[in-house]
């Protein structure tokens, strides 16, 4: 495994739950970002933060919202999720923005009934 | 409208065969080029990047870049069954902005 972890791993939930992903990194990097991996589809960039600042929203709905309090950790915290939000959302995170490597956790295996 | 394009497969080879992936992109001005591997139910993990042109040897990997045709290729010698997974390309459009990845072209090895 890489120096960033996620937790939880799997997570079922309905729609009107309220729950957050949690991503650490330990490898000293000043960029993070969330993706969302669904069947069929490339991966989706959500959001990027540099420095804990938020720097890009790929038009993300409302109902998903990060949380950046240092650059080791990243939240995402959902409410009100839709079944199609049901997908693998990947952490990574980079020296710097487009870093040569680019290292991703494990991922949290989203269910959303 | 920054794309990279990838033939989703399956592409099956034979083992001890070279494998051959393929991927495209949109903005002529592009810097960097990665090749992730994913294997099933894990996260993408970086096997290869490339700046310049030609090819770039790393093992039994081949990374080959052509900025003339937007084109970037990986080629994996002496195929293994363990190799099969599922391979992504990356590219950096510009600057210090994001990856923008394709949808990745599965492999199987054929044992």
């Known amino acids: 495994e890489t120096g960033v972890t996620q937790t939880p791993r799997h997570l079922v939930m309905g729609m009107t739950n309220k729950k957050s992903l949690k991503c650490e990194q330990h490898?000293?990097?000043?960029?993070m970002y969330w993706y969302k991996q669904s069947a069929k589809k490339p991966l989706e960039l959500m959001f990027v933060y540099n420095f804990k600042e938020q720097t890009e929203n790929n038009s993300v709905p409302s109902r998903f919202s990060p949380e950046c309090p240092n650059s080791s950790h990243l939240f995402l915290h959902l409410h009100t999720l839709q079944p199609e939000d049901s997908a693998l959302y990947l952490c990574?995170?980079?020296?710097?923005?487009?870093?040569?490597?680019?290292?991703f956790g494990p991922g949290t295996r989203l269910l959303v009934l | 409208q920054k794309e990279v394009e990838q033939n989703s497969g399956p592409l099956s080879v034979p083992e001890g065969a070279i494998a051959s992936l393929n991927c495209t992109y949109s903005d002529r001005g592009s810097q960097s080029f990665f090749w992730y591997r994913q294997y099933s139910g894990k996260s993408p993990e970086l096997i290869m990047f490339i700046y310049s042109n030609g090819d770039k040897e790393d093992g039994r990997f081949t990374a080959q870049l052509n900025k003339a045709s937007q084109y970037v290729s990986l080629l994996i010698r002496d195929s293994q069954p363990s190799d099969s997974a599922t391979y992504l390309c990356a590219v950096r459009f510009s600057g210090n902005t994001p990856l923008v990845f394709g949808k990745g072209t599965r492999l199987s090895v054929i044992a």
């Open positions: 490898l000293g990097h000043n960029a």
């Open positions: 990574a995170s980079s020296q710097e923005i487009g870093g040569v490597t680019q290292y």
